[in-house]
Nanobody, 124 residues
Framework: QMQLVESGGGLVQAGGPLRLSCAAS????????TAWFRQAPGKEREFVAV????????YYADSVKGRFTISRDNAKNTMYLWMNSLKPEDTAIYYC?????????????????WGQGTQVTVSS
């Protein structure tokens, strides 16, 4: 059974950095696309970033481009989201997701497994 567990969320001041991690177990995700999504209170879940299984291709939402970096360590079955220059509007629950395919997509419905989420709060 595939499991994804996020960690690293917390409270940070605007302009500060934070790193999220997503540890996968139950399946070697070397060939799978993995992504980060987020959901703010009262809003729909939105795409943040996605990375190909090999780590060679990435894609970002315009709202985070240049500030966030997605990466992965396949040897550790772990994905990361490095967040810099955080803004109050980045406040949300952040979810990692895995798609049993190497194809990149920003559509949440295309992902097969989800973590439980980790809260990120950015104070102004």
């Amino acid at each position: 059974q595939m499991q994804l567990v996020e960690s690293g969320g917390g409270l940070v001041q605007a302009g500060g950095p934070l790193r999220l991690s997503c540890a996968a177990s139950g399946r070697t995700f070397r060939t799978d696309a993995t992504a980060w999504f987020r959901q703010a209170p009262g809003k729909e879940r939105e795409f943040v970033a996605v990375i190909r299984g090999s780590g060679g291709s990435t894609y970002y939402a315009d709202s985070v481009k240049g500030r966030f970096t997605i990466s992965r360590d396949n040897a550790k079955n772990t994905m990361y989201l490095w967040m810099n220059s955080l803004k109050p509007e980045d406040t949300a629950i952040y979810y990692c997701a895995l798609r049993t395919s190497s194809l990149l997509t920003t559509n949440a419905d295309d992902y097969d497994y989800w973590g439980q989420g980790t809260q990120v709060t950015v104070s102004s």
